[in-house]
């Protein structure tokens, strides 16, 4: 029977992590500050690493029409693309502060961020590795965008 698997790495926390990557988690932790959440109260931050080292932050950014609303991830990516569209991404990071504060956890990406990332590791010819982690403890590193999106829909599909 076919069968789907990916490795990922675990880490206790971010003190395991090297340069830039340790650089680049924490930009997505402080960026958290500076999200629009007024309603959910969940801080989503975002920090993409480019080729030329430049790190590109976004953040939720909520609306009183609810699903008008937008995720962190697509937040930093739209920023990252609009600034500079010639630039490879090298990695994204992404953390959260949670109303509940049970903040050692990391999160995962939404589904419509998935579908996002992924079309932007199209884009990029290269794959985006995934850098999670809430405020402290464990940090999940998902090697490749596509990992979270098996059996993805993509631009080959529109023929
Ligand atoms: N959120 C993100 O920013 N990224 C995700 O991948 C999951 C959810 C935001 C959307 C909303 O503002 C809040 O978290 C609660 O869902």
């Known amino acids: 029977m076919p069968s789907y698997h990916f490795d990922y790495t675990e880490y206790k926390n971010e003190n395991e992590l090297e340069y830039p990557f340790s650089h680049l988690l924490v930009a997505a932790k402080n960026a958290t500050e500076s999200a ?19 790190i590109v932050v976004g953040v939720n950014i909520e609306n009183a029409s609810y699903p008008v609303g937008l ?7 739209a920023s990252a693309i609009s600034q500079f569209p010639e630039q490879k991404i090298v990695a994204i990071a992404i953390s959260y502060v949670a109303p509940s504060g049970d903040n050692n956890k990391p ?53």
Request: charged share 20%.
């Open 36 to 54: 629009y959440a007024p309603y959910s109260h969940f801080k989503v931050g975002a920090a993409v690493l480019l080729q030329n080292g430049e």
């Open 71 to 77: 995720c962190a991830e697509r937040s930093a990516l």
């Open 107 to 159: 999160a995962f990406p939404c589904g419509m961020c998935r579908q996002f990332i992924s079309e932007c590791e199209d884009r990029n010819e290269q794959k985006i590795p995934l850098l999670l982690a809430a405020q402290e403890g464990q940090v999940i590193l998902i090697h490749s965008a596509k990992d979270l999106l098996p059996f993805s829909f993509g631009g080959n599909d529109l023929g």
